[in-house]
């Protein structure tokens, strides 16, 4: 019995790899790929997020108001337990910067305070947010952090820790 040369099977192995590595062509953008190319994972988060446009991060996420009201709402409810260094910094910014503003809410508001989780009304668990997003260092700007969870995936954390915090 004749055995496989090792390198054509690895240079296979590799070409296989390389390919699955992206369904898109090279240098092409998820929106660039047609349906057809792409495969059922990437189909149904296109799916989830084709009704959500992207507001860019320096155009602000939150008004200082608005950030203002979370500082008054954590410490009123959240300082019992919390202190606000815990919620910036490098740790912060790890565990947050690949999630959206949507996750954090929707953690905060299922499970704070610890005592009575979901008890603040929807709009105070956004001004919290918003107060969490300003110690992080993202910019205020001239409108309100949306206090629905849905229309908060649009708003992305990548930005956390710039020139801030």
């Not at 947050?96 to 929707?106: P, S, Y």
């Not at 409108?143 to 649009?154: I, K, N």
Request: glycine share 10%; charged share 25%; net charge negative.
């Amino acid at each position: 019995m004749k055995r496989a040369r090792p390198f054509p099977v690895l240079a296979a192995l590799w070409l296989c790899f390389a390919g699955c590595a992206s369904s898109a062509p090279a240098g092409a953008s998820p929106e660039e790929t047609s349906p057809a190319e792409a495969t059922e994972p990437e189909q149904a988060v296109a799916a989830a997020g084709a009704a959500v446009e992207a507001v860019p991060a320096e155009s602000g996420y939150f008004t200082e108001e608005q950030a203002e009201r979370g500082r008054a709402a954590f410490r009123e409810v959240c300082s019992e337990c919390h202190y606000s260094s815990e919620f910036r910094g490098a740790q912060f910014e790890f565990e947050w910067k690949r999630r959206t503003a949507r996750d954090l809410f929707r953690t905060i508001s299922r499970t704070m305070p610890e005592d009575a989780p979901g008890s603040l009304a929807p709009g105070q668990y956004a001004d919290v947010v918003s107060y969490l997003l300003q110690l992080n260092g993202l910019p205020a700007g001239g409108r309100e952090l949306p206090a629905d969870a849905e229309a908060l995936r649009a708003y992305s954390l990548a930005g956390l820790g710039r020139g801030g915090g």
